[in-house]
T-cell receptor
Framework: EAQVTQNPRYLITVTGKKLTVTCSQNMNHEYMSWYRQDPGLGLRQIYYSMNVEVTDKGDVPEGYKVSRKEKRNFPLILESPSPNQTSLYFC?????????????FGNGTRLTVT | AQTVTQSQPEMSVQEAETVTLSCTYDTSENNYYLFWYKQPPSRQMILVIRQEAYKQQNATENRFSVNFQKAAKSFSLKISDSQLGDTAMYFCAFMKHGGTNFGNEKLTFGTGTRLTIIP
């Protein structure tokens, strides 16, 4: 089954403790992206990747890192999480980065930083 | 920069009725895509419908249709014969057309409309 898999689904952590949210897709997609969803703000892009070893900032990249060493994986790294990073996170992928190629979303990761 | 505005934070409607969710956007682009996404309580983001700006014909998908008014920069979603399973948060989103050079064609989302279908 074609899908984008995020783990974990829920995560509670403390300020400053490094964490990684994993994202994997099995559709051989070139384009991958991370969004965060906050009430009253909709979804905002954090980082994106056009292909292996090609990543760039989105609208809200501060406090986050990403890597794209393999085509299928695009982990989101929070080196020193803070409470303002409490949010719902989505990974998404598409064949290429345009609107003709549907964006497939993972099921989300609910992160709470205390 | 593009902005997407959904002015109805919450709506409710009786089952089997028709409901229209509004969306306006602001852009200087001439070629772009517009989307409606549904987010049920399961948190999944599900694509409901897509419209290409250069197409004048309004997109339809079964009970879902849009009213795309390019000059007015308006993109409303109509749900006909609403069902309990339509209860969800609905997001309007914009993506500029990258042409043949794909860059970061990111989605710019509105703030969402929470729709409740009442039995």
């Amino acid at each position: 089954e074609a899908q984008v898999t995020q783990n974990p689904r829920y995560l509670i952590t403390v300020t400053g403790k490094k964490l990684t949210v994993t994202c994997s897709q099995n559709m051989n997609h070139e384009y991958m992206s991370w969004y965060r969803q906050d009430p009253g703000l909709g979804l905002r892009q954090i980082y994106y990747s056009m292909n292996v070893e090609v990543t760039d900032k989105g609208d809200v990249p501060e406090g986050y890192k990403v890597s794209r060493k393999e085509k299928r994986n695009f982990p989101l790294i929070l080196e020193s999480p803070s409470p303002n990073q409490t949010s719902l996170y989505f990974c998404a992928s598409s064949l290429v980065g345009g609107g003709d190629s549907p964006l497939h979303f993972g099921n989300g990761t609910r992160l709470t930083v205390t | 920069a593009q902005t997407v505005t959904q002015s109805q934070p919450e709506m409710s409607v009786q089952e089997a009725e028709t409901v229209t969710l509004s969306c306006t956007y602001d852009t200087s682009e001439n070629n772009y895509y517009l989307f409606w996404y549904k987010q049920p309580p399961s948190r999944q983001m599900i694509l409901v419908i897509r419209q290409e700006a250069y197409k004048q014909q309004n997109a339809t998908e079964n009970r879902f249709s849009v009213n795309f008014q390019k000059a007015a920069k308006s993109f409303s979603l109509k749900i006909s014969d609403s069902q309990l399973g339509d209860t969800a948060m609905y997001f309007c989103a914009f993506m500029k057309h990258g042409g043949t050079n794909f860059g970061n064609e990111k989605l710019t989302f509105g703030t969402g409309t929470r729709l409740t279908i009442i039995p």
